[in-house]
């Protein structure tokens, strides 16, 4: 069945960088839309980003536009999200999502990671 | 940016009793093309990922017990729990998936009893 497993959260100090991974398994990974979503302490659901299957379209929330870049190695079914000049807002649990029909994106979130907790605190 | 308004943002229900939840769009999410709408609902615990409930404002994810419905169409949405259950305890949210860049999920409403 699809499994999605995040991995690199941490504690990180403000305006310095982390990267997130998101291992996909179960499913032809090069064939689906991936996102990652987050959810601050105490608040609610965010989305943050979404790349095409392919990589060769990518959006973000203009929260993180200019600072977080979305990234996918279809090699390595590997999801990834490289996080700059973070901020203390930034603080939340991401989690990476798809969908379950390939190549669109214009869809629900049918699948979701455990998600990783990214602490920026100095 | 499409957003959108969940209401109430909380809710006390008895076991047993309906929990009405409602959201609405800036914009409609009713896709011509298909007569489809473009809306999702999630269940989300503490400690775990959201679940998917409810897609397409009204189909229910395989798995998801009768008890929950979703309804509405363009602009207003409804969440129904028909008869709580002890493990309905949550907050759940929806989004719209019309429009990219900007996915927006709702504000979430707690249900609690």
């Known amino acids: 069945q699809v499994q999605l497993v995040e991995s690199g959260g941490g504690v990180v100090q403000p305006g310095r960088s982390l990267r997130l991974s998101c291992a996909a398994s179960?499913?032809?990974?090069?064939?689906?839309?991936m996102h990652w979503v987050r959810q601050a302490p105490g608040k609610g659901l965010e989305w943050v980003a979404v790349?095409?299957?392919?990589?060769?379209?990518?959006y973000y929330a203009d929260s993180v536009k200019g600072r977080f870049t979305i990234s996918r190695d279809n090699s390595k079914n590997t999801l990834y999200l490289e996080m700059n000049s973070l901020r203390s807002e930034d603080t939340a649990v991401y989690y990476c999502?798809?969908?379950?029909?390939?190549?669109?994106?214009?869809?629900?979130?049918?699948?979701w990671g455990q998600g990783t907790l990214v602490t920026v605190s100095s | 940016d499409i957003v959108m308004t969940q209401s109430p943002d909380s809710l006390t229900v008895s076991l047993g009793e309906r929990a009405t939840i409602n959201c609405k769009s800036s914009q409609s999410l009713l896709f011509n093309s298909n007569n489809m709408n473009y809306l999702a609902w999630y269940q989300k615990r503490p400690g775990q990922p959201p679940k998917l409930l409810i897609y397409?404002?009204?189909t229910r994810e395989s798995g998801v017990p009768d008890r929950f419905s979703g309804s509405g169409s363009g602009t207003d949405f409804t969440l129904t729990i028909s008869s709580l259950q002890a493990e309905d305890v949550a907050v759940y949210y929806c989004?719209?998936?019309?429009?990219?860049?900007?996915?927006?999920f709702g504000g979430g409403t707690k249900v609690e009893i």
């Open positions: 999502a798809s969908h379950d029909r390939h190549f669109d994106w214009l869809l629900p979130f049918h699948h």
């Open positions: 179960g499913f032809t990974f090069n064939n689906y839309a």
């Open positions: 397409w404002a009204s």
């Open positions: 989004q719209q998936y019309y429009s990219i860049p900007s996915l927006a």
């Open positions: 790349t095409s299957y392919d990589g060769d379209n990518k």
